[in-house]
């Protein structure tokens, strides 16, 4: 399953599939972006982050793009299972400074 | 320790209390935040501490006053708040100011204004 940009903040895969979401960034001084999720009820966590140096990284079970070109991130989830229901955010930090800015976040259902 | 511990976990003010909230962590990072997230929509930031000093208050109203008394500890005064000041606000903290490194948050506060 994907999620288009901002604009389709919920998204819906199978268990086992593979999911994409999809991040829109809009300030091209920004230099290293972050993936988060939230459960309900607490804080963001970090999975994966990437600087704008490199266009793609790895984790377990995670994948991030980054298109510096259209400015667009993406995060991809191998295998997704029912513990990655949750809200997922990107943020983007601008000039190594510390102001880091959360995009609209898309909302992950998996389906046992 | 990998921990930002916030307190109280939940809250309900009237609009004319004085309250704090309050956020620690021990992991040696010396720049703090304060985020505030309404529900279903993104966290948005509010001040940032460098060095235990404000280095950024984004437009935050004054009945929002922030506070960081060491490099361990983050405090946020809240006084004549209003209905609408209701949200999960939640801190944060990295390692170093100015340069890229991860924020590590906590699980906020629940704060109900009636």
């Known amino acids: 399953g994907e999620s288009v940009g901002l604009h389709l903040p919920t998204l819906s895969v199978q268990e086992g599939d593979n999911s994409i979401i999809n991040c829109a960034y809009s300030?091209?001084?920004?230099?290293?972006f972050i993936w988060y999720k939230q459960e309900s009820g607490k804080g963001p966590q970090f999975i994966i982050d990437?600087?704008?140096?490199?266009d793609k990284r790895q984790g377990q079970r995670v994948t991030v793009l980054l298109n510096k070109t259209v400015k667009h991130l993406s995060l991809q989830i191998a295998a997704t299972q029912p513990g990655d229901s949750a809200v997922y955010f990107c943020?983007?930090?601008?000039?190594?400074?510390?102001?880091?800015?959360f995009g609209t976040g898309t909302s992950l259902t998996v389906i046992p | 320790d990998t921990e930002v511990t916030q307190t109280p976990k939940h809250l309900v003010m009237g609009m004319t209390n004085k309250k704090s909230l309050k956020c620690e962590q021990h992991?040696?990072?010396?720049?703090m935040y304060w985020y505030k997230q309404k529900a279903k929509k993104p966290p948005e930031l509010m001040f940032v501490?460098?060095?235990?000093?404000?280095?950024i208050n984004e437009s935050v109203p004054s009945r929002f006053s922030p506070e960081c008394p060491n490099s361990s500890l983050l405090n946020l005064h809240l006084h004549a708040l209003q209905p609408e000041d209701s949200a999960l606000y939640l801190c944060?903290?990295?390692?170093?100011?100015?340069?890229?490194?991860?924020?590590?948050f906590g699980s906020g506060t629940q704060l109900s204004v009636l």
């Open positions: 992991m040696g990072h010396r720049a």
């Open positions: 944060a903290s990295s390692q170093v100011p100015h340069s890229n490194e991860k924020l590590f």
């Open positions: 300030n091209s001084a920004s230099d290293y």
């Open positions: 943020a983007e930090n601008i000039y190594s400074g510390n102001q880091f800015y």
């Open positions: 990437i600087r704008s140096n490199m």
């Open positions: 501490y460098s060095y235990e000093k404000l280095s």
